[in-house]
C-alpha cells in the first residue's frame, strides 16, 4: 500500500459526460500527479500540482482540468468524453516538487460506452 | 535533451534463473533514477531509486540495479527469478534541472517467467 488513494476504482459512463477523479496524496507529500494510462499510448503524463498550484502540464487535453484543493487532495475532471478516454487513470504523489521519487495510487479505470 | 530506452521491450526467463533487465538514459545533467514494476492490473510500485550515492542500489523483492556512469546505464538485476515476478518494468529519468518537472518514462519491459 503506497498510501496514494484514488476514488472510484471503476467507472462506466457514456460518451459526451463529465466525470470527476479523486486522489489523496501520501501523508506528508505536497505534489501530485495524474497520468492516463491505455494499451495505445502507454504511460502519459498529464499534469502536476505542488502545494495548490500547477507546476507541470503533459499531454492533458484541453477538455480534461485539474486541481489541488487546500487540504491537498486532487481532482481530475474529465468531459465531453470520447470512446478514446477509456483508460487507466493514476495518481501520484512526492514530497518535492521534482527530483524524488513518486508514489503511485491503485488507479481508477475508466470505461467510456 | 533527456531521454531513456529500455533495450528489451520482453524479457523471458525461467524460473530460478538470473533477470536482466536493461536501461540506458540521456542527461546533461546528473539524475536521479529508478525501477517501477506494474503487476498486472495493478498501480505502479516504486522498486528503487539512484539518487547520487552508491552506485549499487538495493530494492524490494531482491531487485538491485547499477548505476554506471560512463556506460549511461541503470540495468535492473535479480539472481534468481520467480513466478511472481511476472510484471512490467519501467526505467524513470528525472532530470534534476529540468525546467517543467517531469519524469521520463522508459516504454516498458515485460518480464516473463517460464516455470
Known amino acids: 500500500d503506497s498510501g496514494v488513494t484514488q476514488t472510484p476504482k471503476h467507472l462506466i459512463t457514456a460518451t459526451g459526460q463529465r466525470v470527476t477523479l479523486r486522489c489523496s496524496p501520501r501523508?506528508?507529500?505536497?505534489?501530485v500527479y495524474w497520468y492516463q494510462q491505455s494499451l495505445d499510448q502507454g504511460l502519459q503524463f498529464l499534469i502536476q500540482?505542488?502545494?495548490?498550484?500547477?507546476?507541470a502540464k503533459g499531454n492533458i487535453l484541453e477538455r480534461f482540468s485539474a486541481q489541488q484543493f487546500p487540504d491537498l487532495h486532487s481532482e481530475l475532471n474529465l468531459s465531453s468524453l470520447e470512446l478514446g478516454d477509456s483508460a487507466l487513470y493514476f495518481c501520484?504523489?512526492?514530497?518535492?516538487?521534482?527530483?524524488?521519487?513518486?508514489?503511485f495510487g491503485p488507479g481508477t479505470r475508466l470505461t467510456v460506452t | 535533451a533527456q531521454s531513456v530506452t529500455q533495450l528489451d521491450s520482453h524479457v523471458s526467463v525461467s524460473e530460478g534463473t538470473p533477470v536482466l533487465l536493461r536501461c540506458n538514459y540521456s542527461?546533461?545533467?546528473?539524475?536521479?533514477l529508478f525501477w517501477y514494476v506494474q503487476h498486472p492490473n495493478k498501480g505502479l510500485q516504486l522498486l528503487l531509486k539512484?539518487?547520487?550515492?552508491a552506485t549499487l542500489v538495493k530494492g524490494i523483492n531482491g531487485f538491485e540495479a547499477e548505476f554506471k556512469k560512463s556506460e549511461t546505464s541503470f540495468h535492473l538485476t535479480k539472481p534468481s527469478a520467480h513466478m511472481s515476478d511476472a510484471a512490467e518494468y519501467f526505467c524513470?529519468?528525472?532530470?534534476?534541472?529540468?525546467?517543467?518537472?517531469?519524469?521520463?518514462w522508459g516504454a516498458g519491459t515485460k518480464l516473463i517467467i517460464k516455470p
Open positions: 524513470v529519468v528525472s532530470p534534476l534541472r529540468r525546467s517543467n518537472y517531469q519524469l521520463i
Open positions: 501520484a504523489s512526492s514530497v518535492r516538487d521534482r527530483g524524488s521519487e513518486q508514489y
Open positions: 500540482y505542488y502545494n495548490g498550484e500547477e507546476r
Open positions: 539512484y539518487t547520487s550515492a
Open positions: 542527461s546533461s545533467y546528473s539524475p536521479s
Open positions: 501523508s506528508g507529500d505536497l505534489s
